[in-house]
């Protein structure tokens, strides 16, 4: 079991930065996938980034490429999503989640088995 809980959440204006944490515990030692998703007012959750359980291999959706940035500091069992360049369609509730590692780590929230509250992120233009 791995408990997952977000934070730094908040409300910034467009072109500015926000760094989401993501505090795991529980069964942290085993190898998890483990990404951020978010979820804004009547749409499907999608996948915003992706990190491997060595936190070397990660992924991005094509709109915060090169924008967002997603990391992990296995001393804290932190997962982070450093956010620049924010944009009003950023807006949403943003979750960790973590999934025991296969093959590949998947960038569908369909298949993440532990989830944090979420987190909200709201860029005002």
């Known amino acids: 079991q791995v408990q997952l809980v977000e934070s730094g959440g908040g409300s910034v204006q467009a072109g500015g930065s926000l760094r989401l944490s993501c505090a795991a515990s529980?069964?942290?030692?085993?190898?998890?996938?483990m990404g951020w998703f978010r979820q804004a007012p009547g749409n499907e959750r999608e996948g915003v980034a992706t990190?491997?359980?060595?936190?070397?291999?990660?992924t991005y959706a094509d709109s915060v490429k090169g924008r967002f940035t997603i990391f992990r500091n296995f001393a804290t069992d932190t997962l982070y999503l450093q956010m620049n360049s924010l944009k009003p369609e950023d807006t949403a509730m943003y979750y960790c989640?973590?999934?025991?590692?296969?093959?590949?780590?998947?960038?569908?929230?369909?298949?993440?088995?532990?989830w944090g509250q979420g987190t909200q992120v709201t860029v005002s233009s």
């Open positions: 529980g069964n942290t030692g085993s190898p998890y996938c």
């Open positions: 989640a973590a999934d025991p590692a296969g093959d590949l780590c998947s960038d569908s929230a369909n298949e993440y088995k532990y």
């Open positions: 990190i491997s359980p060595g936190g070397l291999s990660t």
